[in-house]
């Protein structure tokens, strides 16, 4: 009977966990060969178009590095950065993109640099996705731990690796709470000036150049207000692109 209990619980475990994502990896590919193909051939804007089409079906790494460096090649900085930028939310120890995003920086020398903090050093050690599954994954076996502990037999290593987990979920969370701010983070693809007020009539506070890492604080019409290190405002959504949204944003 206990055998049985446990095998149901564990089942609801798994299903509760389980997610299914809609992906399309055959017609991805043929976008991105597609891409590649113009890419090739140097015709970058339609390049750039198969590449956001691929990601429409299947992102990935390599789709976002692909649309960084033809951005890139058409001397748009600010675009090429955010693909960069989304590729590293995959890959974030990627050898050949980190080197890509130096020479990026060594080619466009007014691109402001990226500020490093402890907390988004660790949280960029590994996936944002990565993360959050450690924690789910902490946060239901503790439950099931002490399901198992109160329920069924009382032996103190449940207990013990319950808290183990339980400590950990906190810790975990703790980090991704600290780190929260980053989750609204967008990059500027293109300079564009602050202004106080979200009208394009509104006077003019500070221009921002193209690449800037800002915060993305609140959205009103055609305009969204952000938070940067040189001054902060309102500017047109369509200058921004935010870095934690959909993948084909």
């Not at 619980?9 to 597609?34: G, K, N, P, R, W």
């Not at 020479?103 to 402001?112: A, D, E, K």
Request: charged share 20%.
């Amino acid at each position: 009977m206990k055998k049985k209990y446990l095998h149901m619980i564990l089942t609801l475990l798994f299903m509760s966990m389980a997610t299914v994502h809609a992906i399309d990896l055959s017609t991805a590919q043929m976008y991105i060969q597609e891409g590649n193909k113009c890419f090739g051939e140097k015709n970058l804007e339609s390049a750039a178009d198969y590449y956001e089409k691929a990601l429409q079906y299947a992102p990935s790494a390599h789709v976002y590095f692909n649309l960084g460096n033809t951005y890139a090649s058409l001397k748009r900085p600010g675009y090429a950065l955010f693909y960069f930028l989304k590729a590293k939310q995959y890959r974030p120890r990627w050898t050949e993109l980190n080197q890509t995003m130096q020479s990026l920086y060594q080619s466009y020398p007014t691109l402001p640099p990226l500020k490093s903090t402890w907390c988004r050093t660790i949280v960029q050690a590994v996936t944002l996705n990565t993360w959050v599954v450690v924690l789910d994954l902490c946060f239901w076996i503790s439950i099931f731990l002490i399901i198992i502990y109160v329920c069924f037999t009382r032996r103190k290593i449940y207990l013990q690796l319950s808290c183990f987990c339980g400590v950990l979920f906190l810790c975990i969370g703790t980090l991704l709470y600290v780190h929260k701010s980053d989750l609204r983070m967008g990059v500027l693809i293109d300079e564009n000036p602050i202004r106080f007020a979200p009208t394009e009539s509104s006077p003019i506070r500070q221009s921002i150049p193209e690449g800037t890492l800002c915060e993305i604080s609140d959205q009103r019409d055609r305009f969204t207000y952000i938070k940067t290190e040189l001054a902060e405002g309102w500017i047109l959504s369509e200058k921004i692109r935010p870095l934690y949204a959909n993948s084909n944003s």
